[in-house]
């Protein structure tokens, strides 16, 4: 498991703390960090484009639908960078079905990481969401979601950074236990929420509370500042 890392209040700082832990970093990367519940999915496109700001290159992998590049665009104009610049550093892939997302994973993606010398950060949108089709057999979905973590997890063991950010699974599904296992799966884990203060964390997995020095987090929440 990945170190833990401080953490302080704004998102920026959360994901300036990751920075610092890539390849390039001071620290051993955080190799899979899950960002979940409400807000998890509107964040995405923010912080693919904080990401490609500091020259990092991304791949989006979009099983929700989620993934906005107008909020890459404005997120560029408040940094005062052209949006082509940002925009040519993300690639999207959408998928639609849990086949397409299983294959995006374990067949598409790994060629991607290696054409280049400098590892590209992996968003992972609705890594769960298209494994919640009831018209496949719940046999067939955990084999299948069970392959495709392999997969991910052999990417990140050669030093590859995921970032999970999974929506809200509704409550009536009963693939509840593939939220479960995405959390074991995780290294790093933070749920979102959203009320009249705007969006918040809470810290679920991999840091200990002795190290978080500017935000005390342990069963706290703390305010994570990005535009609407």
Aim: aromatic share 10%.
């Amino acid at each position: 498991m990945a170190s833990p890392l401080p953490l302080s209040g704004s998102l920026d700082d959360v994901l300036f703390q990751l920075a610092r832990a890539g390849p390039q970093g001071e620290f051993p990367a955080p190799a899979k960090a899950l960002f979940w519940g409400e807000g998890a999915g509107d964040i995405s496109s923010f912080v693919a484009g904080w990401i490609a700001g500091r020259g990092i290159d991304v791949i989006v992998l979009d099983g929700a639908n989620r993934f906005d590049p107008y909020k890459v665009s404005s997120f560029a104009r408040g940094a005062f960078i052209p949006p082509e610049t940002l925009l040519r550093s993300i690639r999207i892939a959408r998928a639609f079905t849990c086949y397409q997302m299983a294959a995006l994973i374990g067949e598409k993606l790994p060629p991607l990481l290696e054409e280049t010398s400098r590892k590209p950060w992996v968003i992972l949108l609705g890594p769960i969401t298209t494994f919640l089709d009831e018209d496949v057999p719940d046999k067939e979905i955990g084999l299948l979601f069970e392959r495709t973590l392999g997969k991910m997890e052999g990417m990140a063991s050669r030093g590859n950074p995921f970032l999970l950010f999974q929506p809200f699974i509704p409550s009536r599904s009963k693939r509840g236990y593939l939220m479960r296992r995405l959390f074991r799966f995780s290294d790093l884990v933070w749920r979102m929420s959203v009320d009249d203060e705007g969006l918040k964390a809470v810290v679920e997995k991999g840091l200990r509370p002795h190290i978080i020095e500017n935000c005390k987090l342990k069963n706290e929440k703390c305010k994570l500042a990005y535009p609407p």
